[in-house]
């Protein structure tokens, strides 16, 4: 594996940001960047061997700031939705900044998503930490994230994501990078085919907070348990849909263990023939189809995206999962390790 780091830009607070490139043997390539640990571009073959890239992304590194897409990059401390920015543990209540509608989105505007973290090529591999103060964000604990890629000459990414806390707390890791396996900035993701692993989902409020228990996706637009258009039921008149102007839901990955590698989604394009498996040791997954990409910063295609133009596949923990005592945990005790891992498998047919 060839792995090369550059310096790539300097943050707003005078630190160096970094690029990293990975080139397996078959000449397929993987940049990653300092900022939010962030995935800047998978190129991958087509079906006659034409490489594209196949990840959305900026022409610059400072337009990773505060963008609104979270594009690419490792949201935390607590990925996805908290209602009202509120929750409890042991007790004791902590508020949380609210920066989505009346909710705590991605560890707010401030989150992981929008820090250079500490970077190194370790072996085969490139690897991320970052450290969050206790009371950052209003959280509980000093934590320790280490976000850990390799890179396949099978044209497998393979992140791994770990955390260890000195006090109780809550924490939901994922990386939220955007797919268009036509090639970023090639139009829509609509005509793209997905299947999901989930025979359920999860409802939400108008403000996408989950209401309860999960439900069937059968005889609904969200049943994706054989392949469909992503377009296909995009605008049918359902509450899940209205919502979001498209998906913006999290569906529990049938047959869930924790530790255990499922096949959460395979996202598929007739167009050029690339193919992408899912598998995660996470229970649920996010699948968010770019409702709001319009009025993003300029992307590497020159010019800023549309509405729809990359699908954001996102394994992790249910969102607003610290006031529903139902779903799988999210808390993190002190001397325990969270661990969870995601891969990204590039095929064609």
């Known amino acids: 594996m060839d792995i090369r780091k550059e310096l790539w830009g300097t943050a707003p607070d005078g630190k160096e940001i970094f690029l990293y490139t990975m080139k397996n043997a078959k000449g397929a390539v993987v940049r990653l960047c300092s900022i939010g640990a962030g995935i800047v571009s998978i190129c991958v073959p087509d079906r006659d061997g034409k490489l594209a890239d196949v990840v959305l992304g900026y022409s610059s590194a400072e337009s990773y700031f505060g963008d609104g897409p ?13 209602a009202k920015g509120r929750f409890s543990l042991d007790g004791q209540e902590y508020e949380l900044p609210v920066n989505n509608g009346p909710n705590h989105l991605h560890g707010g505007p401030d989150g992981f998503q929008n820090k250079v973290w500490e970077s190194r090529i370790e072996g085969d591999a490139v690897e991320f930490m970052y450290f969050s103060e206790d009371g950052e964000a209003g959280y509980p604990g000093n934590l320790k ?3 850990h890629y390799v890179w396949s000459d099978e044209n497998a990414l393979e992140l791994t994501l770990t955390a260890r806390s000195d006090r109780k707390t809550v924490i939901n890791l994922t990386n939220h990078a955007y797919f268009n396996l036509n090639g970023e900035g090639n139009g829509n993701i609509l005509d793209h085919q997905l299947r999901l692993n989930a025979s359920v989902y999860l409802p939400t409020d108008e403000t996408l907070i989950p209401v309860g228990e999960a439900d069937p996706v059968a005889l609904t637009p969200m049943d994706f348990l054989d392949f469909h258009r992503i377009g296909e039921r995009i605008k049918e008149d359902f509450p899940a849909l209205n919502y979001g102007k498209g998906y913006d839901n999290c569906w529990m990955i049938d047959g869930y263990q924790p530790g255990q590698l499922q096949t959460a989604a395979t996202l598929y394009s007739e167009l050029s023939g690339r193919q992408m498996e899912i598998l995660t040791t996470q229970p649920a997954i996010q699948i968010y189809t770019g409702n709001w990409l319009s009025g993003c910063p300029v992307a590497k295609c020159g010019r ?11 394994c992790q923990h249910c969102p607003d999962s610290p006031n529903h005592p139902d ?3 999210t808390v993190l005790e002190p001397g325990e390790t969270f661990q969870e891992a995601i891969i990204w498998s590039f095929s064609t047919r």
């Open 304 to 314: 800023s995206y549309f509405d729809y133009e990359g699908v954001a596949l996102e």
């Open 145 to 147: 994230v280490v976000a």
């Open 327 to 329: 779903y799988p945990t």
């Open 70 to 82: 979270c594009a690419g990059k490792c949201p935390g401390r607590y990925a996805n939705r908290i």
